[in-house]
């Protein structure tokens, strides 16, 4: 999980796809994901909970992103799928999260301890 997040943070497309199973490539073309990783900025990952397994595990996270001065939250519960000893990203349960207006002031979402403007806002 954690290396499939930062590579969302480095727009590492190629690696994002190779990470998936062919059903979820199939729910998210490389397009789409390219799209998505350009626009946001990527500033926190917070695991909330996994489940390890030989052949099938859980990870629930929550990724924080920035797209026009608005703080998104995807809130997941994410299945992965072991295949030829290496773990795909295969499908994931949504929760709901709201959106938040950031405003220059406000902390920053990074948790840095600096204000918005002064961190990810530039």
Known sequence: ?????????EQAIDYLCFTCSEKALEQNPRDEVAEFAQAARFVRLQIMDYEPGDALAYVEFKAFYIIADTLHCIHERSQFIQRHHQWKYDSGRLFEAADVKLKRNDPCPCLSGNKFKKCCMS
Do not use: G, L, V
């Not at 999980?1 to 943070?9: E, L, Q």
């Open 1 to 9: 999980m954690r290396s499939r997040y930062s590579a969302f943070c």
